[in-house]
Nanobody, 115 residues
Framework: QVQLVESGGGLVQPGGSLRLSCAVS????????MAWYRRAPGKQRELVAA???????DYANSVKGRFTISREAAKNTMYLQMNSLKPDDTAVYFC?????????WGQGTQVTVSS
């Protein structure tokens, strides 16, 4: 059974940093893309950052230059380094994994940016 488990969320002051991790367990074949999404209170879920199986990355305009997505295949783990955090970054962050035949989601981790 495939599981995605996020960690690293928490409360941080504006301007601070956090690193989210997404640990993948179970047998997965043909991963095409991994991504981070977020859902802020009262808003729809949005794509934050994605990384393809080939390593190319894509970011939402609102996080470009501040967030970095990466993947460590040997550890089956994906990361999201978040710098210069703003109150608007407050949301539940979800890990997403796509294969050719299925899409998997994690349970989410809360990130709160507040002074």
């Amino acid at each position: 059974q495939v599981q995605l488990v996020e960690s690293g969320g928490g409360l941080v002051q504006p301007g601070g940093s956090l690193r989210l991790s997404c640990a993948v367990s179970g047998s997965i074949f043909s991963i095409t893309r991994m991504a981070w999404y977020r859902r802020a209170p009262g808003k729809q879920r949005e794509l934050v950052a994605a990384i393809s199986s080939g390593g190319s990355t894509d970011y939402a305009n609102s996080v470009k230059g501040r967030f970095t997505i990466s993947r460590e295949a040997a550890k089956n783990t994906m990361y999201l380094q978040m710098n210069s955090l703003k109150p608007d970054d407050t949301a539940v962050y979800f890990c997403n994994l796509e294969t050719r035949t299925w899409i998997y989601w994690g349970q989410g981790t809360q990130v709160t940016v507040s002074s």
